[in-house]
Structures are given as structure tokens and as C-alpha cells.
């Protein structure tokens, strides 16, 4: 089956990173269209996965955008459109991996009559998108695609909420290779004296900078946790949110935290880095659609404490496989820090519990046969 992905994105965040993982098995017959240039097509091409940019002209529609706003753009998209449906006759599957990407490639499923596929990785609500674009991306769904993979449960809801067709949808979580995550002792020793960080207890935060992902809350926590507890934030401001990065810079510094938090900026080494901490945090402050951080702390064996709302309540039990604590609140996130701190054989015993369930449950040779095999009923159709 031959299939072309599209993407709007030239920079790698979770959405792309979980299309690697999707694409990886149709290598040999399969092309990544993106809509930006970026290191997102450098990942690609490092997987020998085939990869294209389909335009060099930015696309303007932003989250937030109105109906007139929305209508201007797909005036801009005409070439890219013209260009996707030229492609799109040479694969059977149209697989759409965003909503720019579900906009054009509605239409070029229209045109070319192949089907569509959208990998739904948000929550489609009010909290992250415009009414407009809630309606687009809900109508285009309903009307164009024959199967909407929703990344959680929470991920399904809201779209059908917001009036999408249940019987579209199917679950699919984000797969993950066990192996990636195993690193070595002597390794994580020498990249914790690297950073400075030996005889501290580490608080790792994987994410781009981002309100909503809530670094602030994290540094909030330090303030209330004993000296010895430091944190790394590792991420950039993918979408241009500086304003923020400058925020968090003068919390520090009004907190008196310049030596206990520190910017690592975009890595590629995440294994490493997690296993390196003691404690990984995800601090989002409105519900997360997946949360593949989460996930990937559970594989470094690393124990790891979740903001309770969407996605994160279907990967966390709570002292079962680690710790889930309610968003936007620093002083309940300091105190499960403050346990981990103290209680250290318990703690080891949910991350490693947590490792053995991670490892099956998100097995990425199970999700991509998943994933294979709605796509054959697609296929055949
Ligand atoms: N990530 C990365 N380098 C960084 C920060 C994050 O490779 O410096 C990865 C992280 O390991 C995870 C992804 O980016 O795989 C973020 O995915 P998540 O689902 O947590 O959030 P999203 O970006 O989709 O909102």
C-alpha cells in the first residue's frame, strides 16, 4: 500500500515524532509531503524515510483564526493544493497527520478519490482552537475522511464532542521502541557531571517552551522544595513564544533560582537525558492530548509525575506506574516531589512497574500493526 503522509510542520514535535514511527514500515513506498522546511525533514531523511517540502511559502492560518481569515488562506494553499493532488494520484491513502494537512488533503482526497485518513493528535476544543477552526477541521473530518486515528481517548471525546462522527474513530496511542530507551550507567554518570548536576536531585521537564505546558508551574514547585532539587528544562519555544521563555527567565530570577534551573534548549538525546534525572514532571495546564513524555520517562525507568486532565489519566495510575497531581497547582506538584525525594524505594518500585507496563503497552510493533491493519480496511474498501 502505498502512501502519502502530510505534515504541516518543519519542526519535530510530537505529532512528527510519532509519524517517524508510522511512516518507518512503508519506507519503501511511501512520501512525507511537509508544508515547512525544518530539522522535522532532516529526522526523516535520517530514517531514510522519502520526504518532500510541498511549499516554500508560510501558511498563515493560526489557531485562533476566524471564518474570513480561514477563507484568505485557502486562497494562499492553491498551489500547494494543486501540487498534493499531483502527488496523490500516484499513492492510495491520503494520511493526514495535522489540520493544515487535513485541509489540503480533504481536497486532494476530493479530487483524486483517494481516501483520507486523519491522525487526530489534538484536543479539538474551545482551550486550544478558534470556533472556526473547530468547525473546519470537525466538517472536513466528517465529510472527506474515511478513518480519524485519535491519539487517546481524550483526543476521540472531544472530537466527537465537538460533532465528529464516532463511528470514524478508532484509538490508537503512540508507539515506542523499549530498545531506544535503554541506556548505559557509566554514560548517565558523565552526562550528569557534564551538566553540573551531580549531588542534586533532578527534576527533568521535556517540552517545548509553552504556557500551556506549564514550565512555570514546575519553577513555582522549586521554590518549595529543598535545596538540593534542581531542574532542566529541556525544549525550545518551537512556535515562537518568547515572550514566555522571557517570563520564566524573570521568575528565576525573582525566585532566586539561577542555579537550580537550568535551559538546555532542543535535544536530541532524550534517553539519556531522562534517565539522568530523578524525576520527570509534566506540568501541562490544560489537558494534554497524549503525552508522549510521560510515556518515555516510563521507558527510561525514571519516575514521573502528570498534570491529571486528558490523555495523561489514560498513561498515569496513580502509585501504581507514578503520580498524577492536579494542573496548575505548584504547591500539591512540590509535595509528590518532596515524597519522591524521601521516599525513594517506593518511588523506584512504581518507575520500575511502570517500565514493564510502558514497554508492552506501547510496543511500537503492536501500534503499527494497529495501525496496519485499519489500514487495509481502508484499502480494500
Ligand atoms: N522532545 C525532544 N527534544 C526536546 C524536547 C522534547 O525530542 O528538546 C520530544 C519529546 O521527547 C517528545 C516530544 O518532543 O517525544 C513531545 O511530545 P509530547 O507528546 O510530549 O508533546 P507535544 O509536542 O506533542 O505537545
Known amino acids: 500500500m502505498k502512501i502519502l503522509f502530510l505534515d504541516q510542520s518543519g519542526k519535530p514535535g510530537g505529532a512528527e515524532l510519532c509519524l517517524i514511527d508510522i511512516a518507518k514500515p512503508y519506507c519503501d513506498r511511501a512520501l512525507v509531503g511537509l508544508f515547512a522546511d525544518g530539522d522535522f525533514k532532516t529526522l526523516l531523511e535520517q530514517n531514510q524515510i522519502p520526504v518532500e517540502i510541498l511549499t516554500n511559502q508560510a501558511i498563515a492560518v493560526r489557531k485562533q483564526s476566524n471564518l474570513l481569515q480561514a477563507f484568505a488562506s485557502l486562497g494562499q494553499l492553491a498551489p500547494l493544493i494543486a501540487k498534493v493532488v499531483e502527488k496523490a494520484y500516484k499513492y492510495d491513502i491520503i494520511y493526514a497527520n495535522t489540520q493544515k494537512a487535513l485541509v489540503v488533503g480533504a481536497i486532494a482526497s476530493f479530487v483524486t478519490r483517494r481516501p483520507l485518513v486523519y491522525h487526530l493528535h489534538d484536543i479539538l476544543s474551545l482551550e486550544h482552537f478558534s470556533k472556526t477552526n473547530l468547525r473546519v477541521?470537525?466538517?472536513?473530518?466528517?465529510?472527506?475522511?474515511?478513518?480519524?486515528?485519535?491519539?487517546?481517548?481524550?483526543?476521540?471525546?472531544?472530537?466527537?464532542?465537538?460533532?465528529?462522527?464516532?463511528?470514524?474513530?478508532?484509538?490508537?496511542?503512540?508507539?515506542?521502541?523499549?530498545?531506544?530507551?535503554?541506556?548505559?550507567?557509566?554514560?548517565?554518570q558523565k552526562l550528569r557531571q557534564q551538566l553540573g548536576l551531580e549531588n542534586k536531585f533532578v527534576v527533568g521537564h521535556f517540552s517545548r517552551l509553552s504556557p500551556w505546558k506549564g514550565q512555570h508551574i514546575l519553577i513555582e514547585a522549586i521554590a518549595k522544595c529543598?535545596?538540593?532539587?534542581?531542574?532542566?528544562?529541556?525544549?525550545?519555544?518551537?512556535?515562537?513564544?518568547?515572550?514566555?521563555?522571557?517570563?520564566?527567565?524573570?521568575?528565576?530570577?525573582?525566585?532566586?533560582?539561577?542555579?537550580?534551573?537550568?535551559?538546555?534548549?532542543?535535544?536530541?538525546?532524550?534517553?539519556?537525558?531522562?534517565?539522568?534525572?530523578?524525576?520527570?514532571?509534566?506540568?501541562?495546564?490544560?489537558?494534554?492530548?497524549?503525552?508522549?513524555?510521560?510515556?518515555?520517562?516510563?521507558?527510561?525507568?525514571?519516575?514521573?509525575?502528570?498534570?491529571?486532565?486528558?490523555?495523561?489519566?489514560?498513561?498515569?495510575?496513580?502509585?501504581?506506574?507514578?503520580?498524577?497531581?492536579?494542573?496548575?497547582?505548584?504547591?500539591?506538584?512540590?509535595?509528590?516531589?518532596?515524597?519522591?525525594?524521601?521516599?525513594?524505594?517506593?518511588?523506584?518500585?512504581?518507575?520500575?512497574q511502570a517500565r514493564n507496563i510502558a514497554s508492552q503497552r506501547f510496543d511500537v510493533a503492536n501500534v503499527n500493526q494497529q495501525i496496519a491493519k485499519s489500514l487495509k480496511v481502508i484499502g480494500d474498501r
Open 226 to 352: 529543598p535545596p538540593q532539587v534542581t531542574a532542566i528544562l529541556v525544549g525550545d519555544a518551537l512556535f515562537g513564544e518568547q515572550d514566555y521563555v522571557q517570563q520564566l527567565h524573570q521568575q528565576i530570577a525573582q525566585l532566586g533560582l539561577e542555579n537550580r534551573v537550568k535551559f538546555l534548549g532542543f535535544r536530541a538525546d532524550i534517553p539519556q537525558l531522562m534517565a539522568a534525572c530523578d524525576l520527570v514532571t509534566h506540568t501541562s495546564t490544560a489537558p494534554e492530548p497524549f503525552g508522549r513524555v510521560i510515556v518515555e520517562a516510563m521507558l527510561c525507568g525514571t519516575p514521573v509525575i502528570a498534570a491529571k486532565a486528558g490523555g495523561a489519566m489514560e498513561l498515569v495510575e496513580h502509585g501504581v506506574n507514578g503520580f498524577l497531581v492536579t494542573p496548575g497547582e505548584s504547591q500539591e506538584l512540590a509535595e509528590v516531589i518532596n515524597t519522591c525525594v524521601q521516599e525513594t524505594e517506593i518511588t523506584a518500585t512504581i518507575a520500575s
Open 137 to 188: 477541521a470537525i466538517n472536513l473530518a466528517n465529510r472527506f475522511a474515511s478513518l480519524v486515528i485519535a491519539n487517546s481517548q481524550a483526543s476521540q471525546k472531544a472530537f466527537v464532542q465537538a460533532g465528529g462522527k464516532p463511528e470514524l474513530t478508532t484509538v490508537v496511542y503512540n508507539g515506542f521502541d523499549p530498545k531506544t530507551y535503554q541506556t548505559c550507567d557509566e554514560d548517565i
